[in-house]
């Protein structure tokens, strides 16, 4: 059980012979218990400030608590956010080589076709001029015969007969 102040003030003493002088015992117990009652008091009030800044230590704790468990959350979202925008693209890569294979497989097929139709017009170019240059023979080789001066003539010679 502590002392208090006011039983301090209130201590009174038996007299014996040849003891302390009664007025510098009390004086001294003034003096302590004014002392005494700081004391208390400052201890009060050492004990309320130490309860608040306990719990605002405790505040502190649930908020660093509180903005480790966010960064770990946020950690957690980015790598997902990567992961996810890696697998996209990813996908668009694979979408873009079939579409370019695709495009590449079409101008190879386009290609062949023109190809194709270049040696066909080609090989039809060459039946022409080789029937061009026939009919043209044959008719060279008419005009040199000049059997058609003969036909004329002999018509004009009927026609001088009949008439």
Do not use: C
């Not at 903005?67 to 790598?79: D, K, M, P, R």
């Not at 668009?92 to 386009?110: F, G, H, M």
């Amino acid at each position: 059980m502590s002392i208090t102040p006011i039983e301090i003030q209130n201590k009174e003493f038996e007299r014996a012979f040849r003891g302390y002088k009664q007025e510098e015992v009390d004086e001294f117990l003034d003096r302590v218990s004014k002392d005494f009652e700081m004391a208390v008091k400052e201890k009060l009030s050492m004990e309320e400030k130490n309860r608040s800044l306990e719990d605002r230590l405790s505040q502190y704790q649930k908020l660093e608590s509180t903005l480790h468990n966010a960064i770990i959350v946020a950690q957690e979202t980015a790598e997902d956010v990567k992961r996810n925008a890696n697998k996209e693209a990813e996908l668009i890569r694979r979408e873009a080589e079939k579409e370019s294979q695709r495009i590449v497989e079409e101008a190879r097929y386009k290609s062949s076709r023109i190809l194709a139709e270049h040696e066909e017009i080609y090989k039809q170019a060459q039946i022409f001029k080789l029937r061009f240059r026939s009919l043209i023979e044959a008719q060279l080789a008419s005009m040199e015969l000049e059997d058609w001066l003969h036909v004329e003539n002999d018509e004009e010679q009927e026609a001088r007969d009949i008439g």
